[in-house]
């Protein structure tokens, strides 16, 4: 893998084996979503609700009881392509990972770029394989499309940002930072660090094009703060930021929590070949920085983008490995060099042989480690799923309720209305009425169950005011039970 000229920290025009390799990687990365897909996990929760506002918006009407204003509607919003093929969960899942294969793909351009060729595919190549990215991209989830597009408003200001004077085309970035917003709301803060950290590096540059920093960086502020504070812009009833601070009041953590959650899920984030070529990568090009004076200014570059990221989603958000989306791309540039200088480094034919052994295992490994977030699913959600098509099977697609813990999946594979456990009021709440509240789904083992006292009212409901339809089991699931409401 030598350096093709005119790819030393700029861009050359790609070279046609060059791009069959980034299609062999996006290639790869595809069939392993495909696998990962037809394993049929069910949707999780987050996963349920994005799918269930956008078939309301495909069918049409107001925002439901499940949508809070927090959730940001871009993802629903996109999903109503998907409508137009299907609605199921395998298409659902193929539009998220969409975005995933265009960050790969942005994470080529960047690496050959900022350092050259080699780097660009070898860090495409690791983002594909790593288990968060993979895993993340086949959920109904907004964290990789928001990812992906702050990360390419990032790109267009840095190719913008030309050696002599900055491009009048850096505006560009304004409606894609926009977009990302409105898929993710948090995806403004890792835009804004991205953008800080390109004009810290090119701040020579910079000076001279204040006017054009001026109009994009202005212009994507005010599209930022137009979706996060007014509400219609969202069509929420109350603003984000608003809706935000109250989940954030009620959910209060230590500074602290994201970090230890990341160190505790540190065995699925590092794990597998591609966890430990991540780190491989960034020792060695920690290493080769000290004594490449060319290369050390945008290593430097891309290592503060990537820590600043990393800590203040740590800080500000709980420790979910989605929740890092942003961080993957970024950090695979500077893995990405460092495993390049290495393979150069070597006598060409063991770096043929490490080449090929890692073209070969690196995708199995990679699937296989993933496709342990898929069988959690299952092993949880599974049962629900099953005793949920059930009761979709018996009220024969007519209105029907269900009062149940798991609101949005069951909403989903039943396609009933359902409705959260109250223990007080329930027995007179017109949801109650024999035409709407026919089912009462109990599924234990899970966070949002009811507990302790709730509990009690919940079983002393069943005892006294439904009757056992059938099986109690629901069929021998081990986690469902169903009762039917009396006649």
């Given at each position: 893998m030598s350096r093709?000229?005119?790819?030393?920290?700029?861009?050359?025009?790609?070279?046609?084996?060059?791009?069959?390799?980034?299609?062999?990687?996006?290639?790869?990365?595809?069939?392993?979503?495909?696998?990962?897909?037809?394993?049929?996990?069910?949707?999780?929760?987050?996963?349920?609700?994005?799918?269930?506002?956008?078939?309301?918006?495909?069918?049409?009407?107001?925002?439901?009881?499940?949508?809070?204003?927090?959730?940001?509607?871009?993802?629903?919003?996109?999903?109503?392509?998907?409508?137009?093929?299907?609605?199921?969960?395998?298409?659902l899942r193929l539009t998220v990972w969409c975005f995933g294969a265009a960050g790969v793909v942005l994470v080529w351009m960047l690496g050959r770029l900022l350092f050259d060729t080699a780097t660009g595919l070898i860090a495409a190549a690791g983002l594909a394989l790593t288990a968060p990215w993979l895993a993340t991209s086949v959920m109904v989830w907004p964290d990789i499309p928001g990812a992906v597009l702050g990360l390419a408003a990032v790109t267009i200001v840095l190719v913008a940002t030309g050696p002599i004077r900055t491009s009048w085309w850096i505006v560009a970035a304004a409606p894609v930072a926009s977009a990302a917003v409105l898929l993710r709301y948090g995806a403004l803060f890792p835009m804004g660090i991205g953008v800080l950290a390109v004009i810290v590096w090119k701040r020579d540059i910079v000076r001279r094009s204040v006017p054009q920093y001026a109009v994009a960086v202005g212009a994507t502020v005010a599209a930022g703060l137009a979706v996060l504070f007014i509400p219609a812009v969202t069509g929420a009833t109350t603003s984000p930021v608003s809706s935000m601070r109250a989940l954030q009041a009620d959910n209060a953590l230590p500074l602290t929590q994201g970090i230890r959650d990341y160190a505790e899920q540190a065995g699925f984030i590092l794990g597998g070949y591609a966890g430990l070529l991540l780190v491989a990568g960034l020792a060695l090009g920690a290493l080769y920085a000290r004594h490449d004076e060319i290369r050390r200014s945008a290593w430097l570059f891309v290592?503060?983008?990537?820590?600043?990221?990393?800590?203040?989603?740590?800080?500000?958000?709980?420790?979910?490995?989605?929740?890092?989306?942003?961080?993957?791309?970024?950090?695979?540039?500077?893995?990405?060099?460092?495993?390049?200088?290495?393979?150069r480094r070597l006598p060409r034919e063991p770096a043929l042989v490490i080449g090929l052994v890692l073209a070969v295992l690196a995708p199995i490994n990679a699937a296989t480690h993933t496709s342990s977030e898929t069988d959690l699913l299952e092993e949880r959600f599974g049962d629900l799923r099953a005793v949920s098509r059930v009761i979709d099977t018996e009220s024969g697609y007519e209105d029907c309720g269900v009062i149940t813990s798991y609101i949005p999946q069951v909403a989903w594979y039943t396609e009933c209305v359902a409705r959260r456990f109250e223990p007080s009021p329930v027995l007179t709440s017109p949801f109650f009425a024999r035409s709407q509240a026919d089912y009462l789904l109990l599924v234990t083992g899970g966070k949002r169950q009811p507990e302790g006292d709730a509990l009690d009212a919940y079983l002393e409901l069943v005892d006294d005011v439904f009757a056992e339809s059938g099986d109690p089991n629901g069929g021998n699931l081990e986690y469902a039970v169903v009762y039917e409401l009396d006649e």
């Open positions: 093709q000229p005119g790819s030393r920290g700029g861009w050359s025009r790609p070279a046609r084996r060059e791009l069959l390799l980034l299609a062999v990687i996006v290639g790869v990365y595809l069939l392993m979503a495909l696998w990962l897909i037809a394993a049929g996990a069910p949707l999780g929760h987050d996963e349920s609700v994005y799918a269930l506002r956008s078939r309301q918006m495909h069918l049409g009407g107001t925002s439901a009881w499940y949508w809070n204003d927090y959730r940001a509607p871009g993802l629903p919003l996109i999903l109503q392509v998907t409508w137009l093929i299907s609605g199921t969960e395998p298409f290592l503060a983008w990537m820590g600043a990221t990393a800590l203040l989603l740590a800080i500000i958000l709980h420790g979910e490995y989605r929740y890092l989306s942003p961080v993957y791309p970024v950090v695979w540039l500077i893995a990405g060099w460092g495993l390049a200088e290495t393979l």
